[in-house]
């Protein structure tokens, strides 16, 4: 009769510990979200957030001309045509100066000076132009 007993109370102390065990994972599985577990669309909704958040620190000085999204007087580009409009900066390979000076004339988006002194760190011609 004891060893019955015994083997009840393991049992339910078995189950009572996997069902601590579970809980206790269940807990970790929603604190540690990975930034890696992200989906597109969430992704997208992140960047969309990021750019909204920008646009609308700037909001007093927006405005539509013949369709187009200006800050200023300066256009402000979509994140699909950025790197194109980034490479146009670029022509002519005339450093981190002059690539922001082209870009403040015409253009922006957030982060547009960061991704002009990325690509200038990143171009084999400038840094050879700039060492001599």
Request: proline share 2%.
């Amino acid at each position: 009769m004891t060893s019955l007993r015994m083997s009840t109370s393991s049992r339910r102390l078995g189950l009572r510990q996997m069902h601590s065990w579970k809980e206790s994972k269940m807990k970790q599985q929603k604190t540690n979200v990975s930034p890696l577990r992200l989906t597109t669309q969430q992704m997208d909704g992140l960047i969309i957030k990021r750019t909204a958040r920008h646009l609308y620190q700037a909001r007093s000085e927006l405005s539509i001309s013949d369709g187009l999204l200006l800050k200023g007087d300066r256009i402000i580009i979509p994140a699909t045509l950025q790197k194109e409009v980034l490479g146009r900066i670029h022509q002519g390979h005339f450093g981190i100066t002059k690539c922001r000076e082209r870009a403040a004339s015409s253009v922006w988006w957030p982060g547009i000076n960061k991704d002009i002194s990325a690509l200038i760190g990143k171009c084999r011609v400038c840094q050879e132009k700039q060492s001599s």
